[in-house]
DNA sequence: GAAAAAAATTAACAAATGATAAAAAATGAA
DNA sequence: TTCATTTTTTATCATTTGTTAATTTTTTTC
């Protein structure tokens, strides 16, 4: 997915203000298990996915792996991006990638000079705030299968593309917890 | 909780925006147990918390609380406000409440019309999504126990005005469960 | 302050999920 | 292809959390 279409994706932008993120903005590739952000740290870059799929996760005993992004999704450290403090995520690619970066301290700027991108910036806030408030409501009151058969739903081509003890954490079980519900489905 | 401490404590404003976002908002108050806000209708307000205690939730077979706002809190339809779609909450003042109350739509012409406004809507929408993923994240590896040691140490004050019932359904247990967790810390 | 109502606790048993270990299946490298 | 490695499944038992019902405590109302 191109920026152009990226950026109108989170938000429809004026063709200028779109010229002036695009402007910011250098591309680059990694492959399969590199490491793009390492927690503790203050990253100053986001990234947005041209190809490939990613996973953040936080490490304690085990990792626990809270989101992935694919084509057209925004790579962020939020407490980096928002508080200017050391993140608490580490992003692994799980596909080879290709990726667009733009420096934090650049959108900054943006932000401030220019009334569209800053709506634009709300804009990417609040749906990242419903899309994750929805998983904490359905954490809530859906048990493990229920949540597994939702992501099923909306995100098909998940189940291919990562593994399940990836998935497992995602939905908040063990590996041989999601193995034991598979099998309970067929 | 006045609002102009309201508004800057959610992020930092020039004098003039501060008093064009002032000059949109109005007092009122409600009685403990009003409902604020109901499930299933597009909202067309936001409100500041001057005073109370209220709290969001989605009605399933059970009620699943998912919020608590006091002083200095802004009570949101996410849906409303940001996709103008029917919410999934209803909000319920759990004490009598003095709220500021703010038109969507009058929000939403200054969202376009000053880029500092702009950017403090960013930064709260910021602010509540670290908030939100954190609570999914203490969600996904911490068990009921810790999940309450960790509400009671960082809202102490939620305990004193909150009846048990509704913290339970907060940390995503039941009540029973609850009552279990705490005679254990004794 | 007494009676009624609501909230919180306790107990007993059921169901869901975790932990560990072993086996089977899939994937990747030589 | 074949061997080694990684991933997934299966099985067993332990722990956590849920369900229901009864009891106690607290709050509200008259």
Not at 27 to 34: Q, V, Y
Not at 158 to 185: D, F
Request: charged share 30%; with cysteine; proline share 2%.
């Amino acid at each position: 997915m191109d920026i152009s279409k990226i950026l109108d994706y989170i938000h429809q932008l004026p063709e200028q203000s779109k010229l002036a993120l695009q402007n910011n903005v250098t591309e680059i590739a990694f492959a399969k298990g590199h490491i793009l952000l390492k927690a503790n740290k203050v990253e100053s870059n986001i990234y947005f996915i041209k190809k490939g799929l990613v996973r953040a996760y936080v490490e304690r005993d085990n990792e626990v792996t809270f989101w992935f992004g694919k084509e057209g999704e925004t790579i962020i450290s939020m407490k980096s991006y928002v508080e200017d403090q050391p993140g608490y995520e580490t992003i692994e690619l799980l596909e080879d990638c290709e990726l667009y970066e733009l420096k934090t301290e650049n959108l900054r700027k943006l932000f401030n000079e220019d009334v569209h991108i800053a709506n634009w910036g709300r804009k990417f806030a609040e749906k990242e705030l419903i899309k994750t408030e929805e998983r904490l409501i359905s954490k809530q009151f859906k048990n493990a299968s229920e949540r597994y058969l939702e992501l099923m739903k909306d995100h098909p081509e998940l189940l291919q593309r990562v593994q399940l003890g990836h998935i497992a954490s995602y939905l908040g079980i063990t590996q041989v917890s999601l193995s034991r519900i598979r099998a309970e489905l067929k």
